[in-house]
C-alpha cells in the first residue's frame, strides 16, 4: 500500500507557489518524483510542431506536476483544507482520515 496521502481523482488546493488558493482534482500522481497533475493548475505553454500523431501543431496549453507538498486535501465532509491521517478499520484494512473532522475520505 502506498503511503502517499494524495491518490488520483482527489480534490485539492494549491498551498504554495504561483497558483496558491486554485482547486482542481488530481489527474495523475507521480510518487517516484513526488509531484501531482492537478487540473487547470499550473498551465504551461507548449510550442508543438506539426506532426502525423498531434495534427495541428501551434501552442498547445497544458498542465505542468507540482511538487506533492505544495497541494493539500479537501475533504469532502467539512469542505475545507485538511491533513491526512491513517486509521486501521475492525476489518484490519486502512483508510485515510481527515485531522480536522476525524472523517473517513475512503470507503
Known amino acids: 500500500m502506498s503511503k502517499l496521502a494524495i491518490k488520483k481523482n482527489d480534490q485539492v488546493v494549491v498551498i ?6 486554485k482547486s482542481g482534482r488530481v489527474l495523475r500522481v507521480i510518487p ?7 487540473e487547470r493548475v499550473n498551465i504551461i505553454k507548449r510550442h508543438t510542431k506539426a506532426s502525423q500523431k498531434t495534427g495541428k501543431g501551434g501552442i498547445l496549453e497544458k ?8 497541494v493539500m486535501l479537501v475533504c469532502s465532509k467539512c469542505n475545507k483544507p485538511a491533513r491526512i491521517g491513517h486509521k486501521e478499520l475492525e476489518d484490519g484494512s486502512r483508510a485515510r482520515v481527515c485531522r480536522r473532522c476525524d472523517e473517513l475520505i475512503d470507503k
Do not use: T
Request: net charge positive; no cysteine; glycine share 14%.
Open 16 to 21: 504554495a507557489g504561483k497558483d496558491k488558493g
Open 32 to 38: 517516484e518524483k513526488g509531484r501531482v497533475l492537478v
Open 63 to 70: 498542465e505542468a506536476p507540482l511538487a506533492i507538498s505544495n
